[in-house]
């Protein structure tokens, strides 16, 4: 039970390049998330999703773009990459709003 | 505007003691509350969970107090063991109004069992 699934671990990108990270799970929850966890600080939510088709503003979506066209994937595209997006990105998903969500193993992204 | 908050960045305890851990927020549509550790490198795990209708939930060594009027939740690891060294974010979501939905996360508090 692969659980949420995301890919790259690491990236490097140049200032203005794109790239789209990618999430899937397995778990047939409805819920999914994107988070962001900057040094010292806690995770802040970037977008989420209550379901297919349904997509939603975070605490800081600025700079990035969701789809969610099928219940498993979830990917987060960065269109214009600066340095302020150097962070690690944590995707997650949780069966509904009152249950834990399972987060995969983190995307660290470096902006130079 | 932070709505959940872990004041102490760190904290230090003996093999064998107990470990607690706090949590304050601000925000009254708060209903659920967990508790998640992450080790570094990897992504958060849950720990344990409570519901506002309840004020204590134990599984194991972890157990999780909720005192509603205070706005104020702790986490208790009796007894704290060296593999339990690792970061605790406490996150709250509520059921309904503005932050439904979403996990709200504190800074996290580096925990650190010495052996």
């Known amino acids: 039970n692969a659980g949420v699934t995301q890919t790259p671990k690491f990236r490097i990108l140049k200032i203005g390049q794109s790239m789209t990270l990618q999430c899937t799970q397995d778990?047939?929850?409805?819920?999914m998330y994107w988070y962001r966890q900057d040094p010292g600080m806690g995770l802040k939510l970037i977008y989420y999703s209550v379901g297919a088709g349904i997509t939603d503003k975070g605490e800081v979506p600025n700079g990035y773009n969701v789809s969610r066209s099928t219940t498993e994937d979830f990917p987060l595209r960065l269109e214009l990459a600066a340095p302020s997006q150097t962070s690690v990105y944590f995707c997650a998903s949780s069966y509904n709003s009152n249950t834990e969500a399972f987060f995969g193993q983190g995307t660290r992204l470096t902006v130079v | 505007d932070q709505q959940v908050k872990q004041n102490s960045p760190s904290l230090s305890v003996q093999e064998g003691r107990i470990s607690i851990l706090n949590c304050d927020y601000t925000?009254?549509?708060?209903?659920?509350f967990l508790w998640y550790k992450k080790y570094p490198a990897e992504g958060p795990t849950f720990l344990i969970s409570i519901s506002s209708i309840k004020d204590k939930n134990e599984d194991g060594r972890f157990t999780v107090f909720l005192n509603k009027s205070a706005k104020h939740l702790s986490l208790h690891i009796v007894p704290s063991q060296p593999g339990d060294s690792a970061v605790y974010f406490c996150a709250a979501s509520a059921s309904s109004g503005g932050s439904n939905y979403k996990l709200t996360f504190g800074k996290g508090t580096l925990l650190t069992v010495n052996p």
């Open positions: 778990m047939n929850h409805n819920y």
């Open positions: 925000n009254s549509m708060f209903d659920y």
